[in-house]
């Protein structure tokens, strides 16, 4: 009796539980990166502190001007001041220095050309570690790994290049993926060739053999 009891208790409370256990140890802490993104909508520039901007007020040449954005992501023209700038378009923030020139000048057309990129914090790449040149590079749509590492110059000669990883937020969750930079560079292996997204982070860690 003992022993059928004990058979039961096996087969409906400890075999599952031995499944889950086995199931978790399998489970990593990272995968790879995606070979591709979900198709989106297109991309547009959005401006971010320290980008340069070109204000053309048609017909009005003194009140036109280059200026930087400031960090805290404001702009001050002739005749308006502290205009939010960070994070709209460059048609967005004509339509709003159109808005504040109107009282000055009977219907102004503002183009507004972006000469100098760096965009929002969250639209950058970020690269830290053992690449040759660590920084953070504005997002252009299409960007992928090795458009990364080209503008960082590749990694350096202690850098551990496939056990990096790319850490992405996504719907407010943060994952850890997975990228074989050395297959990349060293083996000129296409496939480790994945797309970025804006607001990637880039960890390149040490090699300690």
């Not at 520039?45 to 901007?53: A, E, H, K, Q, T």
């Not at 009282?103 to 100098?116: A, D």
């Not at 350096?156 to 560079?185: H, P, W, Y």
Request: with cysteine; hydrophobic share 45%; charged share 20%.
């Amino acid at each position: 009796m003992l022993i059928t009891n004990t058979s039961k208790w096996l087969t409906t409370v400890a075999a599952p539980l031995l499944f889950i256990l086995i199931s978790g140890c399998a489970t990593k802490s990272d995968m790879p990166a995606p070979a591709s993104l979900p198709a989106t909508t297109s991309h547009d520039y959005l401006i971010g502190p320290g980008d340069s901007v070109n204000i053309v007020v048609w017909r009005n040449p003194e009140v036109s001007t280059i200026i930087t954005v400031r960090p805290d992501g404001k702009i001050t023209t002739p005749l308006v001041e502290d205009v939010v700038a960070i994070g709209k378009t460059s048609t967005e923030l004509a339509r709003d220095i159109e808005i504040a020139l109107a009282k000055f000048i009977q219907q102004p057309v503002v183009t507004v050309i972006v000469t100098g990129f760096i965009g929002p914090y969250e639209e950058q790449i970020r690269v830290i570690g053992q690449a040759a040149k660590p920084q953070a590079l504005p997002y252009r749509k299409g960007m992928s790994l090795m458009d990364v590492l080209i503008a960082v110059g590749g990694i350096t000669e202690f850098a551990s290049g496939n056990k990096a990883n790319i850490i992405r937020t996504i719907d407010g969750r943060q994952q850890t993926l997975s990228v074989r930079l050395s297959d990349l560079i060293k083996d000129g292996d296409i496939s480790a060739n994945v797309p970025v997204r804006p607001g990637d982070v880039l960890v390149i860690p040490q090699s300690f053999f």
